[in-house]
């Protein structure tokens, strides 16, 4: 039977550094395979301002508050930071975590915050093709960092689902490709992947097709996995209920 991999994406939001330490803690316990957060100055999905931690430096920290899961963010914005300073980041995190980041990289959306903070938004196609130009800086910047990344090299998720660009660079560059649901919407988008690495010369089966999902019974989560998922990620808030993690942790584990 295939790999499975369960993973949790706590948002930095609208909590406390204390509660959200806990919290990556408690899920590292629970025995998730990855924990997650996003790359944000502000919350995303609201007009509401709140708490909010910025996505690296609470990567270092949960680098230091867990031992065993993988962690990265889902997906950091390409726009926010130097390619090459970036890759120095993730190697710093790769160090500290013993090995156990994973780059998530998108090209960005989020145009209140990149106005807030002063980044040039531009169109999609302009962030588009920064991502793609900085994919290959990145992992050249890698094989000249002293000391070297201790994973060699870091794996890299590439989060989005445009089929000509965002698809075409996970073919390309990714190691772990994410999606969304619903179920056909992610079957559709996976297969258009399958088509860029044809075309290309890759592997399919090289990238591991992960999904953020809201599914969470055994049955939906069994069709993911038919439809060629191997690494489920939910998301938690505060007020922390670990109760889907839980049962997303009891349903990997009696695949197995």
Same mark, same amino acid.
């Given at each position: 039977?295939?790999?499975?991999?369960?993973?949790?994406?706590?948002? !930095?939001?609208?909590?406390?550094?204390?509660?959200?330490?806990?919290?990556?803690?408690?899920?590292?316990?629970?025995?998730?395979?990855?924990?997650?957060?996003?790359?944000? $100055?502000?919350?995303?999905?609201?007009?509401?301002? +709140?708490?909010?931690?910025?996505?690296?430096?609470?990567?270092?920290?949960?680098?230091?508050?867990?031992?065993?899961?993988?962690? +990265?963010?889902?997906?950091?914005?390409?726009?926010?930071?130097? !390619?090459?300073?970036?890759?120095?980041?993730?190697?710093?995190?790769?160090?500290?975590?013993?090995?156990?980041?994973?780059?998530?990289?998108?090209?960005?959306? $989020?145009?209140?915050?990149?106005?807030?903070?002063?980044?040039? $938004?531009?169109?999609?196609?302009?962030?588009?093709?920064?991502?793609?130009?900085?994919?290959?800086?990145?992992?050249?910047?890698?094989?000249?960092?002293?000391? =070297?990344?201790?994973?060699?090299?870091?794996?890299?998720?590439?989060?989005?689902?445009?089929?000509?660009?965002?698809?075409?660079?996970?073919?390309?560059?990714?190691?772990?490709?994410? +999606?969304?649901?619903?179920?056909?919407? $992610?079957?559709?988008?996976?297969?258009?992947?399958?088509?860029?690495?044809?075309?290309?010369?890759?592997?399919?089966?090289?990238?591991?097709?992960?999904?953020?999902?809201?599914?969470?019974?055994?049955?939906?989560?069994?069709?993911?996995?038919?439809?060629? =998922?191997?690494?489920?990620?939910?998301?938690?808030?505060?007020?922390?209920?670990?109760?889907?993690?839980?049962?997303?942790?009891?349903?990997?584990?009696?695949?197995?």
């Amino acid at each position: 039977m295939a790999r499975i991999r369960v993973g949790v994406l706590l948002q !930095p939001q609208f909590t406390t550094y204390a509660a959200y330490a806990q919290a990556v803690r408690q899920v590292e316990a629970l025995g998730v395979d990855t924990i997650w957060n996003w790359d944000h $100055f502000l919350p995303p999905y609201t007009m509401r301002r +709140g708490n909010h931690f910025e996505g690296w430096t609470l990567l270092a920290a949960m680098a230091t508050l867990t031992s065993r899961a993988e962690i +990265g963010c889902l997906v950091t914005c390409n726009s926010y930071r130097n !390619p090459a300073l970036l890759a120095t980041m993730a190697k710093t995190v790769d160090h500290i975590s013993g090995g156990r980041l994973i780059l998530g990289m998108g090209a960005g959306w $989020f145009e209140r915050e990149y106005r807030e903070y002063g980044y040039p $938004f531009g169109t999609a196609r302009d962030r588009l093709k920064a991502l793609a130009a900085a994919l290959p800086l990145i992992k050249q910047r890698w094989q000249l960092e002293l000391p =070297a990344p201790v994973r060699d090299s870091i794996p890299i998720c590439i989060g989005g689902e445009g089929e000509q660009i965002t698809l075409k660079l996970a073919a390309q560059y990714a190691d772990i490709w994410n +999606g969304f649901g619903p179920l056909d919407n $992610f079957k559709r988008k996976s297969a258009v992947l399958d088509r860029w690495c044809t075309e290309i010369g890759r592997d399919p089966k090289a990238i591991e097709r992960s999904i953020l999902t809201g599914t969470h019974t055994a049955r939906g989560l069994d069709r993911l996995v038919e439809a060629g =998922a191997g690494h489920i990620i939910v998301t938690l808030h505060d007020p922390w209920n670990f109760a889907t993690v839980k049962q997303l942790v009891c349903w990997r584990d009696a695949r197995r």
